[in-house]
Structures are given as structure tokens and as C-alpha cells.
């Protein structure tokens, strides 16, 4: 019946696990908040492209009904007739086509009512496709304007041609007596 007992040592406290105990609790949390954080960013970035991509959606609904309407009106013939008419001029057999050169004489409206949705952005009266390239053709073909060198008029510094000229032969005569410096040397 001999049991052993040690004595009870008397319970001190560990000094040292205190300290450690709270900076390893400490750094648990805080890796916990920066976990969190970086959570919530990520949350609040994919919310903000979802929110985009719906709003790309919603347009390019919008824009695929429009492209249907406009596919649903040219397998409409009389809408194909009335854009041929109008846009090419196109007319049946017995009609005869009219084209009036100053639409303002006739009907009043002066070019500034008319400025806001037919004319481009410097003014000129939008033309149609053969139009523009026809115009483009003539302006290639139309020679270039004098300028006032060419027309006679002289720079404030003399004659530009005789300068560029006795440039031209003053360089000359350096590279001809640079050459035969070379071979006299020799």
C-alpha cells in the first residue's frame, strides 16, 4: 500500500509563454485580416466586371435586335425599291428621273437647316459613295497650287537656287581637292 507520492511542486508560472503566447496570437490575426482583406477585394473586383459584362450584354442585345430590325426590312421588297431610288436613283421603265441641282430654291431651306444631319464635318454636303471617289479622282488630277518660292518671289536670305547651287559646287570642289590632297601625299 505504499504509494508513491512525490510532493506537489509548488505551480510557478512560465515566464516566457505570456509574451509568446500574445505575438503568436497577434500574428494569427493578422494573417487572418489580410486573408480577409484580399477576400473582399477580390469579391469587390469580380463584382465590378460582372456588373460590366452585364452592361456589355444589355448593348449587344440592343445591337443584334437593331441588326435583326435592319435584315427584316431588306427582305422587305418594297423597302428594297425604296432604298434603290433613293440612294442609287434607280427609276421604273416609262418614269423619268428628275434631279433638282438646288433643292433650297425649291424648297426654301437654307444649307444651315439642312448642316445638321447631311453634311460632313468641314462643311461640304456629304456625298454619296461614286460621288466622293469621283471627287477624289478630280483632286488628284488638278495640279498642285504655286506657292509663293515657286512663283518668283524671293526668301529674305537671297536666291535660294544660286545659294544651292554654289553649295552644291563649292562641295565639290572640297571633296576634289580632299581627294587630291589623298593622292598627292602619296
Do not use: C
Request: proline share 5%; charged share 20%.
Amino acid at each position: 500500500m505504499s504509494k508513491s507520492t512525490r510532493p506537489a511542486r509548488p505551480s510557478s508560472p512560465r515566464r516566457g509563454s505570456g509574451p509568446v503566447a500574445f505575438f503568436i496570437a497577434l500574428f494569427i490575426v493578422a494573417l487572418g485580416s489580410i486573408q480577409l482583406v484580399s477576400t473582399f477585394h477580390s469579391y469587390a473586383l469580380n463584382l465590378a466586371e460582372l456588373n460590366n459584362l452585364k452592361r456589355q450584354e444589355a448593348s449587344l442585345v440592343a445591337q443584334k435586335q437593331e441588326l435583326e430590325n435592319n435584315i427584316a426590312r431588306w427582305n422587305d421588297k418594297a423597302y428594297i425599291t425604296a432604298q434603290a431610288r433613293e440612294r442609287l436613283g434607280f427609276v421604273f421603265p416609262g418614269e423619268q428621273a428628275i434631279r433638282v441641282e438646288h433643292p433650297e430654291a425649291v424648297t426654301g431651306n437654307s444649307k444651315d437647316s439642312e448642316a445638321n444631319g447631311s453634311s460632313s464635318q468641314d462643311g461640304h454636303k456629304a456625298l454619296p459613295w461614286y460621288g466622293e471617289l469621283s471627287y477624289a479622282f478630280k483632286q488628284a488630277d488638278a495640279p498642285l497650287p504655286k506657292t509663293a518660292n515657286e512663283q518668283g518671289a524671293k526668301s529674305p536670305a537671297g536666291d535660294s537656287g544660286g545659294a544651292s547651287g554654289t553649295g552644291s559646287a563649292g562641295g565639290a570642289q572640297g571633296n576634289g581637292a580632299a581627294s587630291n590632297g589623298g593622292t598627292a601625299g602619296k
